[in-house]
């Protein structure tokens, strides 16, 4: 069998320098290239890299055979709210690049491929409290619409070619090593940064606003975990629900003043709002931890706690 070689796409985001790192661990910085449309950032100038746009198709089979690529993790997107800025384009780079990924898998034949959808994929009638694994599913945005696309593209590439696509539904994603990137949820990443630098934030979602959370830590805990799963125990072939802990702004803002006492937070909801009212509140990600044994280790109170130390170490 082929050695394991790994081409990480759009490892300059949020969640790709985390994950690049968690699979540095098990499979070795020489066999695991990040990528991305630009320079090498951070941590990423540590280990392989190669600047590329994953627009460009013949480039990307190109990247592929010459570095003998087995797995891909194609994480290169516009998230929900830059994607409303320009739809069009949103729809173009998210759909086009995911397929570009799937006939890469199906012609060269990789062993596995990993596509991340989202909570974004839910919409206004979809259940709110333990939104289901199967159910209604009626995006309210463009990011939303691609992500239910490309879960239903990735089925198909597996049902019809054999692709083994896996994907999870993340909820909003938290961490603390890169800047927030242009989601709905990033309010969750850039309190923290202004709790530290200014005590105060300015929230862009009402005080109640619930959504289902994730550390990145875990984020990337879960992304591991399925793809290191075997090929029989991943029975859901569009996207895993995927959860750890759901909270409001008022909830975030209250563990940041228990470290901070003098932070105080302000509401002044914009657009993001509709956005984030046609999300989920919770998440039932029970097909998860039964499949392949999904568990999550951080809440509310320890990521809190967990980032907050280290951002101090960093933000002076």
Known sequence: MKKTKILLIGAGGQLGAELTQG??????????????????????????????????REKLFELLKKKEITQVYHLAALLSATGEKDPRWAWKLNMESLLFVLEAAQEL?????????????????????????????????????????????????????????RSLRYPGLIGWKTPPGGGTTDYAVDIYFKALKDKQYDCFLSADTYLPMMYMDDAVKATIDLMESPAEKVKVRTSYNIGSMSFCPAQIAATIKKH???????????????????????????????????????????????????LKKVIN
């Not at 699979?23 to 540590?46: F, H, M, P, R, T």
């Not at 909570?119 to 979809?126: D, M, S, V, Y």
């Not at 009212?277 to 931890?289: E, F, H, L, N, V």
Request: hydrophobic share 35%; aromatic share 14%.
């Open 109 to 165: 034949k990789l062993h596995k491929v990993y596509w991340p959808s989202s909570i974004a994929a839910f919409g206004p009638t979809t259940p709110k409290q333990d939104t289901p694994q199967e159910t209604i599913m009626d995006p309210s945005t463009v990011y939303g619409i691609t992500k239910l696309a490309g879960e239903l593209w990735c089925e198909y590439y597996f049902r019809r070619y054999g692709v083994d696509v």
């Open 23 to 56: 699979l540095w661990k098990i499979y070795g910085q020489e066999n695991v290239i990040a990528s991305d449309i630009k320079d090498a950032q951070g941590v990423l100038k540590e280990g392989p890299y190669e600047k590329f746009d994953v627009m460009q």
């Open 260 to 310: 901070i006492p003098d932070f105080s937070i302000t509401y002044h909801p914009d657009f993001r709002q509709a956005i984030a009212d046609s999300w989920p509140k919770s998440i039932d990600d029970s097909a998860a931890r039964k499949d392949w044994g999904w568990q999550h280790q951080f809440g509310l109170e320890e990521m809190t706690s967990d980032i907050l130390k280290n």
